[in-house]
């Protein structure tokens, strides 16, 4: 029994107790400061995937620190276990080079604040809503399709955030008379501002001069989510005004000349 409790208040044993007691008081304290800072500045869906994958990354650092300590402590020679733990580093560093790749630029994403939960956003040609967002990864609901796209975060090199703006440019005849275009698709953008979801439309005016049409130009703003069906009904409202007013939009024509 006295052996016990030698063994038990040894140097050793008692050296352990306290660097275990000081890893769990600090990883206390740093869980303690960042629900502070979130109480404080209620961060968004970025900023906590980012702080939720430091913490854990951190947990992990602190109790490989904790081993190692704990063995150098109790006579434990880690010198050639921390030669091993490099080398096999390495080679893990080498197989998940692309998920580092994906941590980078997740960082970077949210360093830059380049979009956040909810936005419409255009990425590898695909216009979607942000649904999900992690440092490896983002997810995107296809405002056309509905489909989820999950991409990685290394193969993002650039992102727009949609601002809702669209326009229809509208080919008609270098005969039609200008003023009576734009009395006619002044109504049209009239019609369409009335639509569901639309915040405003008007009429631009002559956009360019194509070689065998003239180009007008209609803008509308709406909700980019609702973009698709908005404009399909705004399609609707164009044509029903064209085929109303008589107006004629050209088509590709061949002339043939007999000599």
Known sequence: MEKILERIMSTEIFASAVVVLLAVVVMAILEKICRGYIKRNDPDHRVMSMIRSVLRTIRVLVGILVVFAILQINGVNISSMIAGVGVAGALVGLAMQDIFKDLI??????????????????????????????????????????????????????????????????????????????????????????????????YMGVQRFDSS????????????????????????????????????????????HNI
Request: proline share 4%; net charge negative.
């Open 105 to 202: 630029m997740g960082l970077h994403i949210v360093s830059d604040k380049a979009f956040k939960y909810g936005d419409v956003v255009i990425i590898n040609d695909v216009e979607g809503i942000v649904t999900s967002f992690t440092l490896l990864t983002t997810q995107l609901k296809d405002v056309n399709s509905g489909n989820l796209v999950t991409i990685c975060n290394r193969n993002i090199s650039a992102t727009s955030v949609v601002c809702g703006i669209y326009d229809i440019d509208l080919p008609l005849r270098y005969d039609e008379d200008p003023e009576d275009v734009k009395k006619i698709l002044t109504r049209a953008a009239e019609a369409i501002d009335r639509i569901q979801n639309v915040e405003y439309c008007q």
């Open 213 to 256: 049409a003239v180009i007008y130009k209609i803008r509308f703003k709406c909700s980019p989510a609702e973009k698709w069906p908005v404009w399909r009904k705004a399609m609707t409202e164009l044509q029903k005004v064209v085929v109303d007013t008589g107006l004629e939009i050209p088509f590709q024509q061949i002339d043939v």
